[in-house]
C-alpha cells in the first residue's frame, strides 16, 4: 500500500520540479573563462586571447528565466518537438526580457543551447558552433550569466550592464 502512494506522489509531481537542474557557476565560468584567456577557433577563424568575464547574478536569473521558458513550453506540448529559440514563448526578444528586468545592457549577447549533460558539455557545445563561439569570445564582453532549465541552457554576455 506505501508503495502505490509513493508511486501515485511521484507520477504527479509538477515538471517543474524535474528542471530544478544546479548550475554550478563557479565551474562554468572557470570554463569559459580558460577558453576566452587562451584562445581558440570559432569554426575556422581563430580568435585571440581576450579578458574574463565576471559572473552577473542579474543576468543569470534572466537567462535562467527564459531557459525555464523553453522548458516548460516544450514539456507541455502534445507533439513533444523541443522549442529552442531566443524569442520566448510569449513573443518577447532579448530586450524586452531586459527591459521586464529593468536592465540595460550594451553589446549583449546570448547563447542558447538543448543540451543533456553538464557545465563542461555546454561549454563545449557553444565552442563547437561558430555563431556562438564567436558570442562567448566576444571581446568587449565583461559580464556573464548563465541559466539552466531540465536540458535547456542561456548564456548572456554583455559589455555594460546597467539596473534601473
Not at 27 to 44: A, D, K, M
Not at 120 to 136: A, F, G, M, Q, T
Request: overall charge neutral; proline content about 2%.
Amino acid at each position: 500500500m506505501n508503495k502505490s502512494i509513493w508511486l501515485l506522489a511521484f507520477a504527479v509531481l509538477p515538471t517543474w520540479l524535474f528542471a530544478q537542474q544546479t548550475l554550478n557557476e563557479k565551474l562554468i565560468l572557470q570554463l569559459v573563462n580558460e577558453i576566452r584567456t587562451e584562445g581558440c577557433y570559432c569554426g575556422n577563424e581563430e580568435v585571440k586571447p581576450v579578458n574574463e568575464v565576471l559572473w552577473n547574478d542579474k543576468l543569470a536569473s534572466i537567462a535562467t528565466q527564459h531557459s525555464h521558458d523553453l522548458f516548460t513550453y516544450t514539456s507541455k506540448n502534445e507533439n513533444k518537438f523541443v522549442y529552442l529559440s531566443h524569442i520566448s514563448t510569449d513573443g518577447s526578444t532579448l530586450d524586452d526580457r531586459l527591459k521586464k528586468a529593468n536592465v540595460t545592457a550594451n553589446n549583449i549577447r546570448e547563447n542558447i543551447g538543448y543540451v543533456q549533460g553538464n557545465e563542461r558539455i555546454i561549454v563545449d557545445y557553444w565552442i563547437n558552433n561558430p555563431e556562438s563561439c564567436k558570442n562567448l569570445m566576444h571581446p568587449t564582453a565583461a559580464s556573464i550569466g548563465i541559466g539552466r532549465s531540465g536540458n535547456f541552457w542561456t548564456m548572456l554576455l554583455t559589455s555594460a550592464f546597467i539596473t534601473k
